[in-house]
């Protein structure tokens, strides 16, 4: 959480963007930067399961980060540019990638709001313009942007572990899982590695927006900035603040 916030200081200074794609070395859930958390979770079972947490600097519901693959996207915006379009170019790579992996996505579009942020899993149900696979949700995606910079946070199922989220909880939400989450390896029979999942996600910036996407070499700046942000995600009243 860090390093993807000491990118999106990067995006405000350099204007580049950037890509970054990864997994997680322990479950963890993370929660939204606005949800409630304080009274919501059993700190004991968490503990139990060998299950850490983490609140995001970006929106959104709780989320378990385990068998799936997490991407952030960093990049300079203005006050004009529009919500919608950043998510449209966003999901344009997702689709290419996920289409090269062999997985047709759609758009969702459902009939009702997206829900506020709550203690519903963030996978119960797709909002608008998230990406699905057989009607199912498959990514999950939240956006913040501050200062003329945008950070996008992105998770891609590999297999299905959401549905655990209630049993972490003091009172689970009284409305279930509307449909069970999509999964990679739903689609495809098998689960792909972060290796595959990341050259494909590359491979869709090179040939969509930039073939000259180079991997980003960390420098000092950098490295600063994630150093200093992580005392804040390491603290404890940040992660229950609320």
């Given at each position: 959480m860090a390093l993807d916030e000491a990118l999106m200081a990067r995006a405000r200074r350099t204007g580049e963007h950037v890509l970054r794609v990864y997994g997680w070395s322990a479950p963890t859930l993370s929660l939204g930067r606005n949800q409630r958390a304080q009274g919501v979770y059993r700190s004991d079972e968490l503990e139990r399961r060998g299950v850490g947490v983490v609140r995001r600097p970006t929106g959104g519901r709780a989320l378990l980060h385990h068998r799936e693959i997490t991407y952030s996207v960093t990049a300079p915006c203005t006050a004009d540019s529009?919500?919608?379009?950043?998510?449209?170019?966003?999901?344009?790579?997702?689709s290419s990638a996920l289409g090269a992996l062999g997985v047709p996505v759609d758009?969702?579009?459902?009939?009702?709001?997206?829900?506020?942020?709550?203690?519903?899993?963030?996978?119960?149900?797709?909002?608008?313009?998230?990406?699905?696979?057989?009607?199912?949700?498959?990514?999950g995606s939240a956006?913040?942007?501050?200062?003329?910079?945008?950070?996008?946070?992105?998770?891609?199922?590999?297999?299905?572990d959401q549905a655990t989220i209630p049993s972490l909880m003091r009172e689970p939400p009284p409305v279930a899982l509307s449909s069970r989450p999509a999964t990679l390896r739903d689609a495809l029979g098998h689960a792909p590695v972060l290796h595959e999942a990341?050259?494909?996600?590359?491979?869709?910036?090179?040939?969509?927006?930039?073939?000259?996407?180079?991997?980003?070499?960390r420098d000092e700046?950098?490295?600063?900035?994630?150093?200093?942000?992580?005392?804040?995600?390491?603290?404890?009243?940040?992660?229950?603040?609320?």
């Open positions: 529009g919500l919608a379009a950043e998510y449209r170019r966003i999901n344009l790579l997702l758009v969702a579009a459902p009939a009702s709001r997206s829900a506020p942020p709550s203690a519903t899993p963030c996978f119960a149900e797709p909002a608008r313009g998230e990406l699905t696979f057989d009607g199912r949700k498959l990514v956006q913040w942007r501050e200062d003329g910079a945008l950070l996008q946070h992105g998770s891609i199922l590999v297999d299905d990341a050259e494909a996600l590359f491979a869709a910036v090179r040939t969509l927006l930039d073939p000259r996407a180079q991997p980003l070499e700046a950098l490295a600063q900035d994630a150093e200093r942000l992580a005392t804040r995600f390491r603290d404890a009243t940040w992660t229950w603040r609320r």
